[in-house]
């Protein structure tokens, strides 16, 4: 997909290159070309870096992210620009607690920990067929550009084609899976779902210690000071015989440049070039708790039975993976929860749930937060790496970078904004 155009540079003007936009993909593509010298600025709506990867600490001490997210250390990108251990923190096992079944059960994945194996093979939360598909499945998408399938389909769509049973999907993929894509219906990209298998099966899901906001914050202090412009909202592109000339900011003032990167959501990077409506938004909706005690060992995605009276995706004692994420002697509850469900802002309903997996009180847990994230990730639908770009062509000096270009994952950011950057400076360093 191309996430480029015309222009080379911008170091015969003596102008910065502008880069929009200071989350993941902004930043990335910024530090590449910072560290190859070139003079740049990175432009930013907000009054912080991140884009929709940040986190905020609550008044009684807790560290919120903006919806359930995690890193895996197998992303490239992310292993190419990150400082993975400065990061901190912790990682969850590779596998699940299954919930809402009686008691809880453990399943851990036998491809990561092959002693794991005996147990994996006596659970009931799936049947011996279905585990068998599973790992065939796993082992298929470890082979190169097996994510790539000539005609896209469904992740729903695939996983029947394979056989997988109704409660497969019910008790693992759509609460696993659908959580991870923002899509309980698994309506996604199956190209997009066997690369995500194929990174957790090889990969470890992190925790930063500080919360996921750690990452932005991690790229952002690469930067040379003072090339961060906060609360600088980008309103429109002085273009001039269909070339860029620079931006104007809602204040008023036009900051000359004859590069731009536009590294901005697709609404706004539709709003700014024109062209077609951006794709539909998949929301996300996240209830964060508080808890004295932990109500089991280990980090653990738990995942309950996906049914319609429950309002509740997934969930996960987060301070489990990354203590420090909750005040000492205290716990951290994050449940992901239906943004379409009738409940699924009732805080009491949710933890009625949560608490009935482990038989222990619902008062038990104090409500923190509800995270409402509106535009959480442009739908991916199949075929969607191979669609049009909506804008068609831009006109010369203007670049994409970000999930209007690329997948919404965060490696996809990272790795669109590395693109651009190779792209204007082609012996720019990698990390």
């Known amino acids: 997909m191309p996430f480029t155009h015309r222009a080379v540079g911008d170091s015969r003007s003596g102008h910065p290159i502008l880069v929009v936009g200071a989350g993941l993909a902004g930043l990335t593509c910024a530090k590449i070309l910072a560290a190859s010298g070139r003079s740049v600025r990175v432009l930013e709506a907000s009054d912080q870096v991140g884009g929709r990867v940040v986190s905020v600490r609550h008044a009684q001490g807790f560290i919120l992210d903006r919806g359930f997210q995690v890193l895996l250390d197998s992303y490239p990108a992310a292993r190419r620009h990150l400082d993975l251990p400065a990061l901190g923190g912790g990682r969850f096992r590779a596998g699940a607690l299954f919930v809402g079944r009686g008691r809880p059960e453990a399943l851990e994945n036998p491809l990561r920990n092959p002693l794991g194996l005996r147990a994996a093979l006596r659970s009931r939360v799936m049947t011996l067929s279905d585990k068998i598909r599973l790992v065939t499945l796993a082992l ?6 097996s994510h790539r399938t000539r005609f896209d389909r469904s992740t729903s ?16 993929a759509a609460p696993f899976f659908g959580g991870v894509l923002l899509d309980p219906q698994l309506s996604t990209s199956a190209e997009l ?24 914050r991690q790229l952002a202090a690469a ?37 731009v990167v536009l590294a901005v959501e697709e609404p706004a990077l539709t709003k700014l070039v024109g062209g077609d409506a951006p794709r539909p938004a998949r929301s996300t909706v996240v209830h964060y708790f508080a808890s ?22 997934h969930a996960a004692l987060v301070s489990n993976a990354a203590p420090s994420l909750a005040p000492s002697g205290r716990h951290l509850w994050s449940v992901t929860v ?64 970000g999930d209007a270009v690329a997948g919404a994952s965060i490696d996809a950011a990272m790795a669109s904004g590395e693109a651009v950057a190779k792209n204007l400076v082609p012996s720019a360093p990698r990390n």
């Open 338 to 401: 239906l943004p379409d469900h009738p409940r699924s802002e009732d805080a009491d309903f949710v933890a009625h749930d949560v608490a009935g997996w482990f038989g222990e009180n619902p008062a038990a847990l104090r409500p923190l937060d509800i995270i409402r994230v509106p535009y959480a990730v442009p739908e991916q639908s199949p075929g969607f790496t191979r669609r049009p770009l909506p804008w068609g062509s831009l006109p010369s000096g203007i670049f994409t970078a």
């Open 193 to 216: 779902f066997l690369s995500y298998l194929r990174r957790f099966v090889t990969g470890r899901a992190l925790l930063p210690g500080e919360g996921i906001g750690a990452i932005p």
């Open 157 to 172: 769509s695939l996983l029947a084609a394979r056989g997988f049973s109704e409660g497969f999907m019910q008790n693992f």
């Open 292 to 313: 004295d005690h932990a109500w089991h060992r280990d980090a653990w995605l738990c995942l309950p039975p996906r049914s319609a009276q429950s309002a509740v995706l």
């Open 140 to 145: 298929q998408a470890l082979l190169p550009g």
């Open 223 to 259: 930067l040379p000071p003072g090339s961060l412009s906060f609360s600088s909202p980008v309103v429109a592109l002085a273009i001039r015989n269909n070339a860029v000339e620079g931006v104007t900011l809602a204040s008023g003032e036009t900051i000359p440049s004859r590069t």
